[in-house]
């Protein structure tokens, strides 16, 4: 058995909203956000709620269960470890 089933790497990207289907819907995804002086946010549809995505938030979903997305983010570089 692997603990990680798959490593993505985002940058200067936005994230239409999604549910990830190669996920485990008892599992959760650690969603690290970096770079430089970017005000993004990521939203959680489902939850009704919005939170802060600044450089160096850390963030455990379910994303096969939990519809997320992180629109534009004003200034600065954006890069995600998924």
């Given at each position: 058995?692997?603990?990680?089933?798959?490593?993505?790497?985002?940058?200067?990207?936005?994230?239409?909203?999604?549910r990830d289907a190669g996920g485990s819907?008892?599992?959760?995804?650690?969603?690290?956000?970096?770079?430089?002086?970017?005000?993004?946010?990521?939203?959680?549809?489902?939850?009704?709620?919005?939170l802060d995505y600044s450089p160096g938030?850390?963030?455990?979903?379910?994303?096969?269960?939990?519809?997320?997305?992180?629109?534009?983010?004003?200034?600065?570089?954006?890069?995600?470890?998924a």
């Amino acid at each position: 058995p692997r603990i990680f089933s798959g490593l993505e790497i985002i940058a200067n990207r936005v994230t239409f909203s999604h549910r990830d289907a190669g996920g485990s819907p008892s599992l959760f995804d650690l969603l690290v956000s970096l770079g430089r002086n970017h005000y993004a946010t990521l939203a959680l549809a489902d939850l009704h709620a919005e939170l802060d995505y600044s450089p160096g938030a850390m963030v455990y979903i379910a994303g096969r269960v939990l519809e997320h997305s992180v629109g534009p983010w004003l200034n600065g570089e954006r890069v995600v470890i998924a």
